[in-house]
């Protein structure tokens, strides 16, 4: 690759022509489709007519999953709400490890919920927000060892195979220097879901291959670099009309008014009312509406926030003026802004589809037998894991070099020895 830049940068500087110029601004001719997105706003970035692109509503959890913070949530992870394809909706669940049951997330990826991650402790690594005496900023090493963590557990006790593991959000949206960004590269993930945005603007997720406008951007860190590998899910502020303040996320309900007293009916409102910004034709131009759920919130106050969420999910599913939307996880998500479909052909897609085998979530996770088990899988895995990933690394390089194009340049590169020998053989040689 090293020696195709240098040809592409001779011819630059010697024909001044931007074609052999690597241009450093994302467009569309630099970047395309499947493996390359630019980061737009306020447009649809499709070849689709807007009319015919779903509305995509992704469910993300955060928080410790266990049977306790799970059995408020589990009323809609079941069958009976489906999208317009028929199948079951599904989620995402950014997983950590406190007071986590991890046959529980078993359960849930077996019930086609995305199990991405976030880090092992789920402290907070920017600024000492729980108030812990003996808090300090995260190194880079503690980055590193808090997702490496948090990865081989999921692999070990829910055993969940790496390649299932694509997601990651840095916890409590504090993203610190881009740390995590080099290490969730070298395991693979392939998206980000960490940056917050303004919702003057709706961005569309995007990939990081190029540098991007990040002037509405809350979070992110100014000393960004590019990454070639990833996609970035935006998450999005959330408003509601006659506010004095916006929400970093729904479980702020800080722009809710002070004046109204707090009840499902208000809280529907707010989910419904930042639901059509990201749907609406002029303004969101039906980006992906990603909301972020912390699984204790939700099981605080349930009468109203559970119910007022249920009702959201039950208000577009069972409307036939909704059959646009698709309640996905991000992974599927992703398929979908990779290979994009028109609605018509989404009840084929192979991305959305589904089987309908449905496994219970009433198993019992302090089982002594099971809690062995998952033991004897950790020994062997953890002794072996070093030669896995090894040998898929090599994979991986492979594929990422056959990705680059070479055929491509190779091509264009062939054409243009042809041209100059035809060129020279036609001026200069009958003189
Ligand atoms: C997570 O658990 C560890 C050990 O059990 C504890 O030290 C830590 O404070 C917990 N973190 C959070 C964010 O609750
Ligand atoms: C970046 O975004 C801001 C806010 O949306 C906009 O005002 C500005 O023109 C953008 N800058 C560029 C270079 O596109
Ligand atoms: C963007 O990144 C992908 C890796 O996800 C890579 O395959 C692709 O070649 C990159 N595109 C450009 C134009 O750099
Ligand atoms: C916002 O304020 C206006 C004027 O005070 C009022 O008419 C309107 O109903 C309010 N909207 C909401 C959603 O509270
Ligand atoms: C490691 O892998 C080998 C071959 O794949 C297998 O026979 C063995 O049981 C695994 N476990 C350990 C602890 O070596
Ligand atoms: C893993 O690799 C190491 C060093 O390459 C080797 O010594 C060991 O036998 C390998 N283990 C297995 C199970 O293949």
């Not at 100014?222 to 070639?228: F, L, M, N, R, V």
Request: aromatic residues 16%.
């Amino acid at each position: 690759m090293i020696f195709l830049h240098l040809i592409l940068s001779f011819f630059c500087f010697l024909t001044l022509t931007s074609v052999f110029c690597i241009d450093k601004i994302c467009n569309k001719n630099n970047c395309q489709l499947p493996y390359c997105q630019c980061a737009v706003s306020n447009s649809n970035p499709t070849s689709l007519d807007i009319t015919d692109i779903p509305q995509l509503v992704l469910l993300t959890f955060v928080g410790n999953l266990n049977k306790y913070t799970f059995d408020p949530i589990r009323s809609f992870l079941n069958p009976t709400y489906r999208n317009p394809n028929e199948c079951p909706i599904s989620s995402t669940f950014f997983v950590n490890d406190n007071y986590t049951e991890y046959c529980l997330v078993q359960r849930l990826f077996d019930n086609h919920n995305e199990i991405a991650m976030t880090t092992s402790s789920n402290k907070c690594p920017l600024t000492n927000c729980y108030d812990e005496n003996n808090w300090r900023r995260w190194s880079d090493n503690d980055w590193k060892r808090e997702i490496k963590q948090q990865r081989l557990n999921l692999i070990e006790q829910s055993k969940i195979h790496q390649s299932h593991i694509k997601g990651f959000r840095v916890p409590h949206l504090q993203i610190d220097d881009n740390k995590h960004f080099e290490h969730i590269r070298n395991f693979h993930f392939h998206y980000d879901s960490s940056m917050l945005f303004k919702s003057s603007n709706f961005i569309w997720p995007f990939t990081l291959n190029y540098s991007f406008n990040q002037t509405d951007c809350i979070n992110c860190d100014d000393s960004y670099q590019t990454i070639e590998t990833l996609w970035q899910f935006p998450l999005h502020e959330w408003t509601y009309p006659n506010a004095t303040a916006s929400c970093r996320i729904l479980s702020d309900s800080t722009c809710l008014p002070d004046d109204e007293p707090y009840t499902v009916d208000l809280f529907f409102d707010f989910i419904k009312y930042n639901f059509d910004r990201h749907s609406s034709l002029t303004l969101g131009h039906r980006s992906p509406f990603i909301i972020e759920l912390d699984l204790f919130w939700l099981l605080e106050h349930q009468n109203i926030r559970l119910e007022a969420l249920i009702r959201f999910i039950e208000y577009i599913l069972n409307s036939e003026d909704y059959d646009y939307v698709y309640f996905v996880s991000i992974e599927q998500a992703l398929e979908w802004l990779k290979y994009p479909r028109k609605l018509d052909e989404l009840k084929d897609f192979w991305a959305f589809s589904c089987s309908n085998t449905i496994y219970e979530y009433d198993i019992d996770c302090s089982d002594i037998e099971l809690n062995l088990l998952t033991q004897d899988v950790k020994e062997s895995t953890s002794k072996n894991d070093s030669n896995i990933t090894d040998s898929q690394l090599i994979d991986r390089q492979a594929e990422d070099l056959f990705r680059s194009s070479i055929a491509f340049h190779s091509i264009w590169i062939f054409i243009l020895l042809i041209l100059t020998v035809l060129f020279y053989d036609k001026y200069f040689v009958h003189k």
